[in-house]
């Protein structure tokens, strides 16, 4: 474990890292990952532990990875003390400030770009859903890396949609529990984006706004549909129909999956 300090020495600090067995670059804002607004209480600091358990555990691997988290100054150390020192690729880098995490983590990213550490053969693995990583995002793009952005649901940038290659929601507990699958809370994520929906995925699902079901084809076993009831009016799903119909790309972009959509309110319908 290495604490990496954001400081004028640090593009000569990353330019010595050696990435050449490496496969995946991690790139986490560990309080976008959280999704509350931080505080010092004993809550909040062992919600950041429990969130980069499962985070580590879900796509880290720490002989093949590099991961470079950036955190609160107040929270630096429970990360330190949780993080095995064994893990010679693990950077921890302290902050101050709000939006200091990203700003951070753009700048490594443009790092890594501008001294030649990452290419093709690397995947980048981004655990926030801010705006601010467009145009970095644009330029691993251009060097055909491979990006997967883990986010939380209704909290990722809508332009970053199509730059990202996946996108996986780390509202692990909550999906597994209503047995959705990624294809699926994709679809209602990106459904509240177009139509201006400020609900949450708990929020959505216990007051029953909607829901999804996947039904039989029996025309085409390779396509599957999809339901999508409203159970509330709307007054802007037809006029939205233009953006609602990149649902069914981006869903074979990111998921491999060939989707026919019925989206159903109590008033209109639209078909993708």
């Not at 753009?106 to 690397?122: A, G, M, P, R, W």
């Not at 708990?202 to 390779?222: G, T, V, W």
């Amino acid at each position: 474990m290495n604490v990496l300090r954001f400081n004028p020495q640090i593009e000569n600090y990353v330019a010595n890292i050696d990435f050449n067995n490496i496969e995946k670059v991690h790139l986490i804002d560990i309080e976008n990952l959280v999704g509350v607004k931080p505080t010092k209480s004993e809550s909040y600091r062992n919600k950041v532990l429990e969130e980069y358990s499962l985070y580590s555990t879900k796509f880290v691997n720490f002989k093949k990875d590099i991961v470079f988290v950036a955190c609160n100054a107040f929270i630096f150390n429970d990360l330190r003390n949780w993080t095995d020192s064994k893990f010679s690729n693990f950077y921890l880098i302290p902050i101050n400030g709000k939006n200091g995490a990203d700003k951070v983590l753009v700048d490594i990213i443009n790092l890594l770009l501008n001294e030649q550490k990452i290419n093709s053969t690397h995947q980048v693995h981004l655990a926030s859903g801010d705006g601010i990583f467009l145009n970095c995002l644009k330029r691993l793009k251009e060097k055909d890396i491979t990006i997967k952005t883990i986010g939380l649901f209704n909290r990722i940038n809508r332009k970053i949609y199509f730059v990202t290659d996946k996108i996986t929601y780390r509202n692990y507990n909550l999906i597994n529990q209503l047995q959705l699958d990624n294809a699926s809370v994709f679809t209602m994520d990106y459904i509240c984006k177009c139509l201006e929906l400020r609900y949450s995925l708990e929020e959505i699902c216990a007051d029953h706004l909607f829901e999804i079901k996947s039904l039989q084809n029996p025309n085409n076993s390779k396509r599957k549909l999809y339901l999508i009831q409203f159970n509330k009016e709307t007054n802007n799903l037809v006029a939205q129909k233009k953006s609602l119909e990149k649902i069914t790309n981006l869903v074979k972009k990111y998921y491999e999956l060939n989707a026919s959509m019925t989206i159903r309110s109590v008033n209109e319908e639209v078909r993708l």
